[in-house]
């Protein structure tokens, strides 16, 4: 299956399952908004409860907090939002299509670093065990020749993107041949910036001094709060604030599903450093959030890390997280040492001292900031999309099955009566009424236990526990498991403990 057509499908069973609907869908939507359906929620709210307890939970010295979406105005002129918080666009005058500039770049790197890797397989088939990796990367002529082609154009794009050289980043476009995807000409407009913050009015007055923005980032709320949490949180130097939240970015291009919205939802830590400590913390939390997703053995093969060329202006050293989603790798996390940027730059505009005395050096300083940010819906595609699968069962029969890491999934078990009658149906309830103290259970006793166990496979319920005419004799009951689709009988009085052992989020934080 290709992968753009694997998002298609993913797309199509996320909504017939009751994860993800189109916006206002009876209105014919709205475009790249999404709501989540009952079971995405569940998906949604393990996620972030993952995230939490393994940020806040588990570290004596990050704090959570959960701040206003709509903040002083000021906010935004002191975090730089106001004036640079741009994308470069550009249209192409035949197909009315609008780009971000930097992206088309970057596909066109992109094009050439697959034929790299084209190279590579190549060299692994004809040499085999044999094959050099690191020797053939080092001394093909093809490979060397694109590597020289793709340091050029990031050589370029620092030049350009990095310095707000627009006309040099069209220039750039044209020299690399690249043409509209649509209408397949090189027709460009020129390159223009566009804020991507959303504003609206406050209160009944219009006008500038009423003018306020919904947050582009949870980040500012965490900032403007730091002194507020360090004192009542009576915190030491080093020390994080995390939080969960809505943010909004008028994108220019809104598409890829939940990929780009222009509402979404970010998991951000600050974490407040001493100067001059910032790039030891910075290696340390791109090690700590690696190892985060890759516990929940979504497969190692789907990360890598990508250094950022054009650096945000508060940033002095940043990373992606890329994931390999339907539609390629791309950013599912950032790690971004954001120096002391953001609190100096609100010590500035609200004439408040927003230092912190260091104990132990006996010196007053504004904190440096390491930070991590996640896109809660984009970990929520990264999911999906890695555990969705059409499995051929042989025989001509396949079924679908999502699976989903069991500490995440929207139901952990699904309780089923083999049939309506003699009693099963209540012996089930009585089970799942003990199990739903500490489990989000399904109870299912419509249709043939086999189309049964293929709808619970669908949305991905690691276990299901059906009662039959044995259980009213011997008090057990047969556990499916959905990944090896194996029955095994064991006592009601076991259930509890097999079921916590597996599904728990314990197993994922240790
Ligand atoms: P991109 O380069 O994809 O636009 P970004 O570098 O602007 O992303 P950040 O400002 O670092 O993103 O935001 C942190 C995280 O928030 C991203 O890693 C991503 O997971 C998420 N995010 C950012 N923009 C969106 C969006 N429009 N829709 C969904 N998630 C988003």
New binding site residues.
Partial sequence: MQKEDNLKDIISHAKEYGFVFPSSEIYDGLSATYDYGQLGAELKNNIKSYWWKSMVQMHENILGIDSAIFMHPTTWKASGHVDAFN?PLIDNKDSKKRYRADVLIEEHIEKIRSKIDKDVKKGIKRFGDTFDKEQFLATNPNVLRNQAKINDIEQRMRETLGKENLEGVYNLIMDLDISCPISGTKNWTEVRQFNLMFSTELGSVSGDASKIYLR??TAQGIFVNYLNVQKTGRMKIPFGIAQIGK?F?N?IV?RQF?????E???M?MQFFVRPGEEMKWYDYWKEQRIKWHKKLGLGEQNYRFHDHIKL?HYANA?A??EFNFPMGF?????I?SRTDFDLKQHEAHSGKKLQYFDPEINENYVPYVVET???????FLAVLSSSFKNEDLGDGKTRAVLSIPPALAPYKVAVMPLTKKDGLPEKAREIMNTLKLNHNCAFDEKDSPGKRYRRQDAIGTPYCVMVDHQTMEDETVTIRDRDTMEQDRVKISELANIIDGKVSMTNLLT
């Fill in positions: 994308d582009p980032e943010a970015r994108e809104a939940i990929f780009r919205m222009r979404f939802e970010q951000e945000a940043a992606d997280i791309k950013e599912l996390e950032g971004h940010s996640i896109g809660l819906d984009r970990m």
